[in-house]
């Protein structure tokens, strides 16, 4: 009972679940949740046991969220509406809060997920119902770039302020529309998947450039532009658009810090030279202005600091 309602409070959904530990052994279990924005990075490790969501669990509740689930240590036996699948380490696979499944242990595991809202990966990754119960093996590029990414990422995820969570769950986004990318290949191409997150990476480490274009990214990625236009054609994006929506995210969390910094600077920053045609982007993409975002932000953080100096001023020291 205790095991359930854990999971149930760190997936926010429920399991009909059952801890089998073996003969004059106790079961343990572990799990942790950091929230990135909507999204969210789970981390659960427990010993033997097996549990299910059925009609009665997913009437009961379901938070439309869809889940990447990446096998760090152990085996697990998954079903996916009656078709069973053994996800073992370094192998990836997307679940969904709304269709029947279980799982079943019979030693110690440990996986972490990204647990991402449907609606979220429906508008960045169109078609990813296709991926479900679709296990990515250890040497396909996307699992090792999402096992990679939430590897990196769990150590340091508790240090991160708001604004940088919402970056992550930003590049999280991008990682999981590069593995949706790959949904129309029952056994997806590597080359290809690898020069898509490849390229998506160099993107991302050069958006300051305001010179970064389509032509850049092919040279420097030793492609044809062809080449590259089409690497995109899966994902529902041109080039210039991701390079567009990578820009103004990081924007977006620089001036959610608050700091006494103009939105002309925190624009150029990121590769934006065009004040009027950044503005206009922005408006349109999250229904703000950049400066009334920044001011916005400001308010909020001053608030939470004269809450803090309030509060240290009741609290009586203690020696």
Excluded at 35 to 45: K, N
Excluded at 88 to 97: A, F, I, N, S
Excluded at 185 to 202: K, S
Aim: charged residues 25%.
């Amino acid at each position: 009972e205790g095991w359930r309602e854990v999971l149930a409070r760190t997936y926010t959904f429920g399991f009909a679940v059952r801890a089998a530990p073996a003969s004059g052994e106790t079961f343990s279990a572990s799990t942790s949740r950091w929230q990135l924005g909507s999204l969210a990075l789970v981390h659960t490790v427990h010993d033997r046991g097996d549990g299910h969501r059925g009609p009665s669990e997913i009437a009961a509740s379901d938070p439309d969220l869809v889940g990447f689930l990446y096998m760090r240590h152990g085996t697990i036996g998954l079903d996916f509406e009656g078709r069973p699948v053994a996800l073992r380490p370094g192998e990836l696979v997307m679940w969904d809060t709304a269709r029947r499944g279980g799982f079943t242990t019979f030693a110690r595991v440990d996986n972490q997920t990204l647990v991402v809202p449907r609606e979220r990966l429906a508008m960045a990754a169109p078609g990813y119902e296709a991926m479900f119960g679709r296990p990515f093996r250890p040497d396909h590029p996307a699992a090792r770039l999402m096992g990679s990414f939430m590897g990196a990422l769990m150590p340091v995820v508790s240090r991160l302020d708001a604004a940088a969570r919402d970056a992550v769950a930003d590049a999280a986004l991008d990682i999981a529309r590069a593995v949706v990318a790959t949904r129309d290949d029952p056994q997806p191409r590597q080359q290809t998947a690898a020069r898509l997150i490849a390229v998506r990476l160099y993107i991302d480490a050069n958006l300051s450039n305001p010179g970064l274009s389509p032509a850049t990214i092919a040279k420097a990625n030793a492609i044809s532009l062809r080449t590259l236009h089409r690497l995109f054609e899966a994902t529902d994006d041109s080039v210039g658009a991701v390079i567009r929506e990578r820009r103004l995210s990081r924007c977006r969390a620089d001036l959610l810090r608050g700091p006494d910094e103009s939105v002309t600077a925190i624009a150029y920053r990121w590769g934006f030279r065009n004040m009027s045609f950044f503005s206009r982007l922005f408006r349109e993409r999250y229904g703000v202005s950049a400066r009334e975002l920044q001011m916005n932000a400001r308010v909020a953080h001053a608030r939470r600091c004269d809450r803090s100096a309030l509060l240290g001023a009741r609290s009586p020291a203690i020696w």
